[in-house]
């Protein structure tokens, strides 16, 4: 075991020195219509919100270099299983062929807080300060290692600022596979789109002059960025492994043991430990609410 681990290191660390820069690959871009919102935003024609909230894509095609993605590939000397984090701005520039707006810096990560009276009348002063902990940035999981290939496993959280910054379009997360030829610095097949599931969009919408905006979650069959050739398949116990670490890298809380509402009240009674109950609208560990 110890050998086969150390083999695996020295894999991902045996990439050639010299980068391909004359090495591209083709993405192709989709931006489908929401489907369907918990408040119908995707459908309001006469506040403009139909059009703005289905955008579809700037580039339907674009073409990038070996650079644009070397940065994203493990440190030398990790295992599979490994987790670590890549730099974020490399994958906002390939998302931006979706739209311009794209960025990494999510509308919800400033808190706004009042700190007493600031003025003579009596007006609060408020101040915007960081929120702690707050999920921002990507990472990343190398899911196999072999003399001929890396598979490489991303999570990033971006979002799109629409209608000059007033309505904010936030999706659930941006998952991504990259799959490259080692000898000689291909990309093989990626991806990084948001995940195909139920309620995976969050939109806040602030028209000016209102102090308090509104806000909806709902569904976009398919946004995101491919390669012609398809990520291969893997185990989906691997797969979902891989995202448990991701998710756990973003959000701490997803190392609790979580259990139905029946299984916990029997180990409550069993234990005489009391319950901490969670109802959700939508998904704990993500940004789609």
């Known amino acids: 075991m110890a050998k086969t681990l150390l083999l695996a290191a020295a894999l991902v660390a045996a990439l050639p020195q010299r980068a391909n820069d004359e090495s591209t690959f083709t993405l192709r871009a989709e931006w489908a219509p929401i489907a369907r919102s918990h408040h119908g935003f995707h459908l309001e024609e ?5 059009e703005t909230l289905n955008p579809g894509v700037m580039r339907e095609t674009a073409e990038y270099r070996w650079r644009h993605v070397a940065s994203l590939l493990p440190p030398a000397g ?16 390939m998302i931006r062929q979706l739209h311009p707006s794209a960025t990494s810096r999510m509308h919800h990560h400033d808190l706004l807080m009042t700190a007493g009276d600031g003025t003579a009348d009596g007006d609060e002063e408020v101040q915007t300060i960081p929120m702690p902990g707050a999920p921002i940035g990507a990472r990343a999981t190398l899911l196999a290692a072999n003399d001929a290939t890396l598979d490489v496993l991303l999570r990033a959280h971006v979002e799109f600022h629409l209608r000059g910054g007033l309505v904010y379009y936030t999706p659930a997360q941006f998952e991504g596979r990259l799959v490259i030829d080692r000898a000689t610095r291909r990309v093989l097949a990626f991806q990084l789109a948001v995940p195909d599931r139920d309620t995976n969009v969050d939109m806040n919408v602030h028209e000016p002059g ?69 109802q959700l609208f939508g998904t704990l560990d993500d940004e789609s609410c």
Do not use: N
């Open 210 to 278: 209102e102090e308090e905006g509104r806000a909806d979650i709902g569904y976009v069959p398919r946004l995101g960025l491919w390669t012609d050739a398809p990520v291969p398949r893997r185990d989906p116990e691997v797969l979902e492994a891989a995202r448990l670490r991701l998710r756990r890298a973003f959000y701490p809380f997803a190392s609790i043991e979580w259990l139905p509402l029946t299984d916990a009240l029997a180990k409550s009674r069993g234990t005489g430990k009391p319950l901490h109950v969670v």
């Open 78 to 93: 990790t295992l599979p299983g490994d987790v670590w984090e890549p730099p974020i701005v490399p994958i906002v520039a």
């Open 46 to 50: 006469d506040t403009g919100l139909a």
